[in-house]
């Protein structure tokens, strides 16, 4: 059973510049969960979407948005880059319920 | 609010020996707890995940256990293996319906041979 795919792992922006990251889930995982992780914050929630709905959004600017399509991947996108975004952005999948969450590689977002 | 802390922040120890990591949160009111590893640059691995209903789960050389009333959990690591040198990060489920995770800082492990 393949894991939860991030796509790209890296990427390199200019500020000012918009950006989106992928994310396919675990097969038959409606719930998607995105983190922003850096060394200063530590893993912070972003937002959760289930069924193509967000459910849960955390406490982070409106440049950051995103959305699941019908087979459940989804995207993640982050306008007007700032050197702040900088950081390692995991994506989680799971079942329905409180169920575990099993996350991906990452994807390493770099501002310059 | 839930707040989730991780003593100590980093750990050296030789190989071979008996080790545990802390966990404590500042809500009882949870759905599950779950333990991660994490390398350094890669994403989360699960190790264990613990209900609110249950007392300790096991795999391997891992043990980990939730004492919910005093916002404590432990993992113990039997025997430990240079190959589990990396940071072990605890998270909680609140809950309230449709929460997030919400992450303790981590502790990282380093096991010299």
């Known amino acids: 059973k393949a894991g939860v795919t991030q796509t790209p792992r890296y990427l390199i922006k200019t500020r000012g510049q918009q950006v989106t990251l992928s994310c396919s889930p675990i097969s038959g995982h409606r719930s998607v969960s995105w983190y922003q992780q850096t060394p200063g914050q530590g893993l912070q929630f972003l937002f959760e979407?289930?069924?193509?709905?967000?459910?849960n959004k955390g406490n982070f600017p409106g440049r950051f948005s995103g959305r699941q399509f019908s087979n459940s991947r989804s995207e993640m996108n982050v306008s007007t880059l700032e050197l702040g975004d900088s950081a390692l952005y995991l994506c989680?999948?799971?079942?329905?319920?409180?169920?575990?969450?099993?996350f991906g590689q990452g994807t390493r977002l770099t501002v310059v | 609010k839930q707040e989730v802390t991780q003593i100590p922040a980093a750990l050296s120890v030789p190989e071979g020996e008996n080790l545990v990591l802390n966990c404590s949160f500042t809500d009882s009111a949870i759905y599950n707890l779950q333990w991660f590893r994490q390398d350094p640059g890669k994403g989360l691995t699960s190790l264990l995940l613990i209900q609110s209903s249950q007392r300790e789960q096991t795999s391997g050389r891992l043990n980990a256990s939730l004492d919910k009333s005093s916002g404590r959990s432990t993992l113990y690591i039997a025997a430990s293996q240079p190959g589990d040198s990396a940071t072990y990060l605890c998270a909680v489920r609140p809950g309230q319906a449709g929460t997030a995770l919400i992450f303790g800082k981590g502790t990282t492990l380093s096991v010299s041979s």
């Open positions: 989680a999948s799971r079942a329905t319920g409180n169920t575990e969450a099993f």
């Open positions: 979407y289930f069924s193509e709905t967000q459910r």
